[in-house]
């Protein structure tokens, strides 16, 4: 089982999640826990999503459920959990959709610039482009790094 998140949200991924059955039984096992907020499954990749309230419990909690219910197998790779803190900077609601517009629009703007000869518009937009590339690469860079 491969994990990964931090406090307050949890990825669980292992072959035995693709499995409608099992994953409704640890759904169901999950959300008996107090401070359980959400269990989501995607069992194409085979993964769950936990959401949890971490003044009413904690990712030990969370593991000891999902070791109950893996096969033993899994349960002897669940020892190498990566937790991760969320990335420092602003964490706003909607942030990945503010710098994606971000990047749209100050490309979009760019573009037209360069293509209306008016150099101004086009280094002032192709700045605040890269300010938003640079914020999208910043949070991004387990991702890219990995």
């Known amino acids: 089982m491969k994990t990964s998140g931090f406090e307050g949200r949890?990825?669980?991924r292992d072959e035995a999640f693709k499995v409608a059955?099992?994953?409704?039984?640890?759904?169901?096992a999950l959300l008996a826990v107090p401070?359980?907020?959400?269990?989501?499954?995607?069992?194409r990749v085979g993964s769950l999503l936990i959401v949890y309230d971490v003044s009413a419990t904690n990712s030990a909690a969370?593991?000891?459920?999902?070791?109950?219910?893996?096969?033993?197998?899994?349960?002897?790779?669940a020892k190498v959990c990566r937790f991760s803190r969320p990335a420092v900077g602003f964490t706003l609601p909607g942030?990945?959709?503010?710098?994606?517009?971000g990047l749209l629009a100050s490309f979009v703007a760019s573009a037209a610039g360069a293509g209306l000869h008016l150099k101004a518009l086009h280094v002032a937009t192709g700045i605040?482009?890269?300010?938003?590339?640079?914020i999208h690469m910043f949070d991004k860079r387990q991702t890219l790094l990995s």
């Open 10 to 12: 949890f990825r669980a």
């Open 21 to 28: 059955a099992l994953v409704g039984a640890v759904r169901d």
């Open 35 to 43: 401070g359980m907020v959400e269990v989501a499954d995607n069992r």
């Open 62 to 77: 969370v593991l000891d459920v999902l070791g109950r219910f893996l096969p033993q197998d899994s349960r002897g790779a």
């Open 95 to 101: 942030k990945r959709r503010m710098i994606n517009a």
């Open 128 to 134: 605040i482009f890269s300010a938003f590339a640079g």
